[in-house]
């Protein structure tokens, strides 16, 4: 079953094929109740930010679901407006604390520039900051280290100044928009895509070649959405709350053949034009 599945990332740590999501979730009831049903459900590994606003609520979702720590992995992000050393250290700190861990699965630089200012160079802070990360890492408060939302050429200069390439870089990746020069670039050198927004904020669901698939296969369009992300190589990262629809996507353990899995290459989304969030 998909919950039982894991990738292997570049260091040897096992990732859960498939995350919680908890982007746009309302600190308190909300991000507390809808973390901690997924967990109860078979989801292992949870995905939150600073930058979200809820990390003491998955934190308190995690403590009350009496899971074992060693059974789950948290993964966290670097606000995007957040560069340099020691405000790199600061950071995670907080995030450490509002969560009530003692080390973090998977810690991510969340963009590569503020949202306020996207575009901006800013691979020298950047440098400083994946050299706190990679300080983190070693110290073993830290499994996994990677990026959110970078492209080859965002991810070349931390490299080339430390010789440490991600292990992790979550973008957004569904049908009609897969990124596929960053999917490429990753896959060549074994950086595991976590897929965000995977059903396309919901616009992509009543896509007409998506429901014909759906319709053969006898599942919904949604469950069709996270299966390709699956086979595609990548981790979706779906986000409800509501136990239902969290509960029908962890259940997507049928295989979409090739010659559909072609047809669904065919689609253009109109989110195609907004590569990025928050």
């Known amino acids: 079953m998909i919950r039982d ?12 094929k498939i995350a ?21 459900l078979g989801y292992k590994h949870i995905d939150t930010a600073l ?17 074992d720590r060693k059974e789950l992995f948290i993964t966290t992000k670097l606000p995007a407006d957040i560069k340099g050393y020691n405000e790199t250290i600061e950071a995670f700190n907080t995030s450490l604390k509002n969560l009530g861990l003692e080390y973090l699965d998977s810690y991510l630089i969340h963009a590569p520039w503020p949202w306020s200012n996207v575009g901006l160079d800013c691979k020298a802070k950047n440098v400083e900051t994946w050299k706190a990360m990679i300080d983190l890492y070693n110290k073993g408060l830290i499994k996994s280290i990677g990026v959110s939302n970078f492209r080859e050429e965002d991810i070349k200069p931390l490299v080339e100044a430390t010789g ?10 569904f049908l009609g928009n897969t990124q ?6 990753c896959k060549k050198h074994n950086i ?17 070649i998506l429901n014909e698939v759906a319709e053969k296969y006898n599942v919904t369009p949604a469950k069709i959405c996270l299966r390709y992300c699956i086979q595609r190589g990548t981790l979706p990262l779906p986000k409800s709350t509501h136990e239902e629809r969290i509960k029908a996507n962890l259940d997507i353990d049928f295989e979409i053949k090739k010659e559909d899995m072609d047809k669904l290459n065919t689609i253009r989304n109109p989110e195609l034009d907004r590569p990025y969030r928050s």
């Open 5 to 16: 599945e894991f990738y292997v990332l570049s260091n040897g740590i096992n990732i859960p």
């Open 20 to 40: 919680f999501g908890t982007w746009q979730v309302k600190p308190g009831d909300e991000a507390y109740n809808s973390v901690l049903t997924a967990l109860k």
């Open 51 to 67: 930058a979200y606003q809820n990390e003491e609520s998955v934190g308190k979702a995690i403590k009350d679901s009496k899971i």
């Open 164 to 173: 440490f390439y991600p292990q992790v870089d979550q973008i957004r990746f």
């Open 180 to 185: 596929e020069a960053t999917y490429e670039y």
């Open 192 to 208: 595991l895509i976590m897929a965000y927004s995977p059903l396309a904020t919901g616009n992509l669901l009543k896509d007409k």
